[in-house]
């Protein structure tokens, strides 16, 4: 038990608190009184914070100890180890421009005792701007349907090559604006420039935040133009995907990992931030796979939210055997079958909106209507 000397709790004896904490990296977590604090000791001296970072909540005790900043474990922010003031560094410069300062506590030796006084200094919040508003509550706002075309091909902007799902994607979309009544909007993610999934949730599902954390702070990050249309803009959404060694392109992996910070909001608050949207699939390829593929987007896509049309997917192979790139080019680009097919895709995808939009908007009049009084 700690034992009380006035305001003070004793810890324990300073020199081997030194030993201990030397061969465990310069970190322990202490919890006095509830209080969870970590204790740390760099270069001759002690220092105490509460174990809470200023961002997630993530635990500092589980971070690491440099150059006298504790680091936290989840998005990297550090702070002095005896101020509790936000350092910059080269991580924390990414997440956090001022992370204000963690609270701490003063500590004394005291014949060869190290003592703690648990009144705490006052936490100062961070302060950074987001980059956009994703943070807003997901609103459909009144209009036409509203389509985006999401191409997931990769491609060298400098020597941009024929895409036949791509093709198929715009045909499609082409198509729509000129006999549905739609919006329409093309986005390819090989012209964005986003970074890779740097796997918070594995560290805790809490630290995988919505909106991203790498968003939040990483103005170059174009994954928030992915989040603002998916969330807020668009009513249905078209995705195009080659097939690479049976599976989808390695772009909608790097964008699919990125959208666990929309999935993870149901997770930790029951919160859906994708309602009433719809989802179709065009899969090409010169090899085979096709339903392994679909199979594995719609179970995605379906996790997120999102519903599907009738036959929620158009795809072309020419088989497992068949290396003739040159002419399974030729066959897309000339095939009226597929061009047609792609766009019925999107027909039946807008159709399906239509009708929950049209649900959802009964159900919102019926709420609104007043109940009868009964007689008394």
């Known amino acids: 038990m700690n034992e009380v000397t006035n305001e003070w709790f004793q810890i324990g004896k300073a020199d081997e608190l030194i030993t201990e904490l030397e061969q465990s990296g310069g970190i322990k977590e202490l919890v006095i009184k509830d ?18 970072c200023n961002h997630m909540g993530g635990p500092l005790s ?35 421009p001022n992370a204000g300062a963690v609270p701490q506590y003063t500590l004394k030796v005291d014949n ?13 919040p961070a302060t950074y701007s987001m980059s956009g508003n994703l943070s807003r509550e997901p609103k459909r706002e009144e209009g036409k349907i509203r389509v985006l075309g999401l ?7 400098e020597y941009p090559r ?41 560290k805790s599902e809490r630290a995988c935040t919505w909106p991203c954390s790498i968003t939040k702070f990483d103005p170059a990050d174009e994954m928030k133009i992915i989040y ?25 992996y790097k964008m699919a990992e990125r959208l666990n910070s929309v999935q993870n909001q149901i997770t930790l608050k029951n919160k859906v931030l994708i309602k009433n949207k719809v989802v ?40 497992w055997s068949s290396e003739n790139m040159a002419q399974n080019m030729d066959y897309v680009q000339k095939s009226e079958y597929l061009h047609q097919e792609s766009f019925e895709l999107l027909q039946r995808s807008t159709q399906l909106c ?10 919102i009049s019926m709420d609104r209507v007043a109940p009868r009084q009964s007689p008394r």
């Not at 209080?35 to 809470?52: D, E, M, S």
């Not at 191409?151 to 902007?157: C, E, F, I, K």
């Not at 969330?231 to 049976?246: E, F, K």
């Not at 239509?354 to 159900?363: C, P």
Request: glycine share 8%; proline share 2%.
């Open 62 to 96: 589980k971070g690491k100890l440099k150059n006298g900043c504790i680091e936290c474990p989840w998005h990297y922010w550090r702070f002095n180890h005896q101020t509790g003031e936000s350092v910059s560094s080269e991580a924390s410069r990414h997440f956090a």
């Open 112 to 124: 060869e005792m190290l003592f703690i006084n648990l009144v705490e200094s006052k936490r100062i």
């Open 354 to 363: 239509q009708t929950l939009i049209n649900l959802e908007n009964k159900t």
């Open 162 to 202: 024929f895409s036949t799902s791509e093709e198929l994607l715009k045909s499609a979309l082409n198509q729509g604006e000129k006999e549905l009544n739609i919006e329409a909007k093309f986005i390819s993610l090989s012209n964005l420039n986003f970074r890779h999934c740097e796997g918070f949730y594995s």
């Open 35 to 52: 209080k969870k604090i970590v204790l740390t000791y760099h270069q001759g001296k002690f220092g105490a914070l509460n174990n809470k």
């Open 280 to 319: 179709g699939l065009i899969i090409t390829g010169g090899q085979d796979n096709i339903q392994s593929v679909a199979g594995q987007m719609l179970t995605f896509f379906g996790e997120l939210g999102f519903t599907f049309p009738a036959f929620p997917f158009v795809a072309h192979s020419l088989g």
């Open 228 to 252: 603002e249309n998916l969330v807020h803009w668009a009513d249905v959404v078209l995705v195009s995907t080659p097939i690479r060694w049976g599976n989808a392109s390695s772009l909608y």
């Open 151 to 157: 191409s997931t091909t990769a491609m060298d902007s």
